[in-house]
């Protein structure tokens, strides 16, 4: 069975920086997409960043040149680096992957992390 297992959330002041991990567990190959998704309170969830194992990331126009998404295939991780936070990032930060052929923010991941929080205070 596939596992998800986010780590690295936590409270930072406005301007800081977190790194967030991805591990997946149960599967012997790396997914084809994985992607990083947020909610906050009382807000829908909206994708934050999404990386095919091969090929071009996709960022929200909210966090480019902020955040930086990466993953190594070996370890089956995927990375989220914030940086510049500010209080809007505040979030519970979620972690997804799918193992088919697509990969943006809008697609339909089948895999999910239980989620790390994200706390930005000014």
């Known amino acids: 069975q596939v596992q998800l297992v986010e780590s690295g959330g936590g409270s930072v002041q406005s301007g800081g920086s977190l790194r967030l991990s991805c591990v997946v567990f149960g599967y012997t190959y790396s997914p084809y997409c994985m992607g990083w998704f947020r909610q906050a309170p009382g807000k829908e969830r909206e994708g934050v960043a999404a990386?095919?194992?091969?090929?071009?990331?996709t960022y929200a126009d909210s966090v480019k040149g902020r955040f930086t998404i990466s993953r190594d295939n070996a370890k089956n991780t995927l990375y989220l680096q914030m940086n510049s936070l500010g209080p809007e990032d505040t979030a519970m930060y979620y972690c997804?992957?799918?193992?088919?052929?697509?990969?943006?923010?809008?697609?339909?991941?089948?895999?999910w992390g239980q989620g790390t929080q994200v706390t930005v205070s000014s």
């Open positions: 997804a992957a799918d193992f088919g052929t697509m990969c943006s923010l809008l697609s339909t991941y089948n895999y």
């Open positions: 990386l095919p194992i091969v090929g071009r990331t």
